[in-house]
């Protein structure tokens, strides 16, 4: 459980935004992954303090496993996360990025609205699925001589 919260509620509120940015190759569109960045530095602070003074719980919900890390403001801190991910996601130069970022926000209404308490599991289940086809998206892009 701490393995993957570490990862989920902490390390890809940042990873997200500086990876997208560390593959830009338009230097103006890089810097405009900054302000992402650094929220979601802000946010995965917030949740790596809330995790080790809180102790996180899960529970196995009805097809999903409940996370409860002890956030005191959950909305507004997966809200910043939203901003930080998906947005980053918005302001690429390469359209279809846009797109999934576009598809991002569509889902994570969705699964907002089925089931708030099992909103981790699923949307990481989601973006699971979303990096797949981000992998491969950037494999075919990729020049002959980078595969």
């Given amino acids: 459980m701490w393995i ?7 390390a890809l509120f940042a990873l997200v935004p500086l990876l997208l940015a ?7 569109r890089r810097a405009r992954y900054l302000p992402f960045i650094l ?9 790596l303090n809330a995790m080790l003074t809180q102790s996180p719980t899960v529970r196995l919900g009805t097809y999903h496993l409940a996370y409860s890390v002890g956030l005191t403001n959950g909305v507004l801190i997966i809200g ?7 947005g980053s996601l918005l302001v690429s130069g390469n359209r279809t990025l846009q797109y999934f970022g576009i598809a991002n926000l569509v889902a994570v209404i969705v699964l907002a609205l089925l089931c708030a308490e099992g909103f981790t599991s699923r949307w990481c289940f989601y973006a699971a699925l979303v990096s797949g086809a981000i992998a491969l998206h950037l494999r075919r892009r990729a020049p002959s001589f980078a595969r």
């Fill in 4 to 10: 993957y919260l570490a990862f989920a509620l902490v």
């Fill in 22 to 28: 560390i593959f830009e190759p338009s230097r103006v």
């Fill in 39 to 47: 929220l979601g530095i802000a946010v995965s602070a917030v949740t």
């Fill in 80 to 86: 910043l996360y939203i901003v930080a991910t998906c």
